[in-house]
């Protein structure tokens, strides 16, 4: 058997002798291919600009929003209010189905916005909310809209109440997470799943009936579409904002 063995190893070598360099390449491909990395993260605010992003319905991104050292902010001082002036929501160029997001974000004392996905930009659809889902921003401790249940940071907005509550106050980085990959949903907050939930069964059309969505006949329903930064009309930032597709 060993002899064997040996005839064999040697005829490889001879073949492989043979064939010189187009065995290295072959040999290489066939490495490259087994190591090949998975799907890389993408940095969305990549360049310090806003070029994978435009205002929702269309344009370019609204002077209100800015930009600086990585963190882009909706400048409140200059705007009258929620999706006036030269703000409005701003939307990814590009549309997602399975995917992983990662951002950081802070809000101002009293203010309130939200990171929206799967939204579906058409003529039909006045806002990014219309169709998209919205894990929500919120000052849990000045803002009104913490008085509503399933309305505070982390909850799946109107939807779904978060398991425990991990926020830090207004001016503070908050970590935030989004995984949606085959129906399964899970919403992270500053390292803790908050959020778990399956999508687009008879469980979640329920949920969607008994929200404030419900006379909005496509919301939570498309299987893919784009990630939103919302004007609430309050000073928001948001920095490291990373997707992966799955």
């Not at 344009?59 to 930009?67: C, D, F, N, R, S």
């Not at 929620?82 to 203010?111: M, R, S």
């Not at 939807?159 to 830090?168: A, Y």
Request: hydrophobic share 35%.
């Amino acid at each position: 058997m060993k002899k064997n063995y040996i005839i064999v190893a040697a005829l490889a070598s001879i073949l492989a002798s043979c064939s010189g360099e187009k065995a290295t390449e072959t040999e290489a491909e066939e490495l490259t291919v087994a190591e090949a990395p998975a799907e890389e993260w993408t940095d969305l605010f990549a360049n310090n600009d806003f070029s994978n992003w435009h205002k929702y319905g269309g344009g370019e991104v609204g002077k209100a929003w800015k930009i600086e050292n990585g963190e882009a902010y909706l400048d409140a001082k200059n705007k009258d209010g929620w999706q006036t002036g030269d703000g409005g929501d701003i939307i990814t160029n590009e549309e997602y189905e399975n995917f992983h997001l990662k951002y950081d974000w802070k809000i101002a004392q009293n203010g309130n916005s939200g990171v929206i996905f799967y939204s579906h930009e058409a003529s039909e659809y006045q806002n990014s909310w219309n169709t998209g889902m919205e894990m929500q921003v919120l000052d849990n401790e000045g803002h009104p809209d913490s008085k509503i249940v399933s309305h505070r940071a982390g909850d799946l907005y109107d939807l779904i109440v978060s398991s425990e509550e991990t926020v830090k106050p207004y001016g503070e980085w908050n970590s935030a997470e989004i995984i949606s990959n085959n129906g399964k949903l899970d919403l992270i907050l500053n390292g803790t799943t908050v959020v778990s939930t399956t999508l687009w069964t008879p469980e979640w059309e329920a949920l969607i009936a008994d929200s404030k969505f419900k006379d909005m006949p496509n919301f939570g329903t498309y299987k893919k579409g784009r990630i939103a930064l919302q004007d609430h009309g309050d000073l928001v930032t948001f920095k490291n904002v990373m997707i992966k597709k799955l």
